[in-house]
């Protein structure tokens, strides 16, 4: 059984730095690419970053380039989301996500999902 599981989230004041990490079990890791999502109160859940098997390729939205980073060690099967510079407006539970395609930014094209970790920014 696949599983995701996130970690890292909590109460931040803005500017500050945070990071995410995402553990997966049940499936080989280097054979997925590996993705953020992140769900704000009443909004659809939109992609924040992804990277390739190996690491060496990643995507992010527009809102987050440059303010965050993604990386993984395939070793420990965990997959990091480094948030600097952070933003009232990056308060969300942030999801981890698995697909054996890259780059994929469509919430739909994922099939496996972690729980999701809650990030609150204050002003």
């Known amino acids: 059984q696949v599983q995701l599981a996130e970690s890292g989230g909590g109460l931040v004041q803005a500017g500050s730095s945070l990071r995410l990490s995402c553990t997966a079990s049940?499936?080989?890791?280097?054979?997925?690419?590996m993705a953020w999502f992140r769900q704000a109160p009443g909004k659809e859940r939109d992609f924040v970053a992804a990277i390739n098997w190996g690491g060496r390729s990643t995507r992010y939205a527009a809102s987050v380039e440059g303010r965050f980073a993604i990386s993984r060690d395939n070793d420990k099967h965990t997959v990091y989301l480094q948030m600097d510079s952070r933003k009232p407006e990056d308060t969300a539970v942030y999801y981890c996500?698995?697909?054996?395609?890259?780059?994929?930014?469509?919430?739909?094209?994922?099939?496996?999902w972690g729980q999701g970790t809650q990030v609150t920014v204050s002003s």
């Open positions: 049940g499936l080989t890791c280097r054979n997925y690419a």
């Open positions: 996500a698995a697909d054996r395609s890259f780059p994929v930014m469509t919430r739909t094209q994922y099939n496996y």
